[in-house]
């Protein structure tokens, strides 16, 4: 049974930094690229971040490039998304799923929200 479990957010301010955690269950989660995609009240779920299986290759939205950072750890099935210089902008339900050729296709899990506010 695959499973996907964010962990991470939490209120801060313009400015500041989060580091969110996806923790992945149930499928050979090395072999996948994976994706951080988040969703803002009123709006559809969008792409911001996606590494791929093996070779660790990154690619980011434009509206996070260079200020985000995708990253994984295969050991321990987890993949992670350091977000620096958060804008309010940014406030959104952040959930982890495969990306690429499989872009969504896993059960999506609970997410986890960050909001950035003074």
């Known amino acids: 049974q695959v499973q996907l479990v964010e962990s991470g957010g939490g209120l801060v301010q313009p400015g500041g930094s989060l580091r969110l955690s996806c923790a992945v269950s149930g499928f050979t989660f090395s072999n996948y690229a994976m994706s951080w995609y988040r969703q803002a009240p009123g709006k559809e779920r969008e792409l911001v971040a996606t590494?791929?299986?093996?070779?660790?290759?990154?690619n980011y939205a434009e509206s996070v490039n260079g200020r985000f950072t995708i990253s994984r750890d295969n050991a321990k099935n987890t993949v992670y998304l350091q977000m620096n210089s958060l804008k309010p902008e940014d406030t959104a339900v952040y959930y982890c799923n495969a990306g690429g050729f499989f872009k969504g296709s896993l059960p999506w899990g609970q997410g986890t929200q960050v909001t950035v506010s003074s």
């Open positions: 590494i791929t299986g093996v070779s660790g290759s990154t």
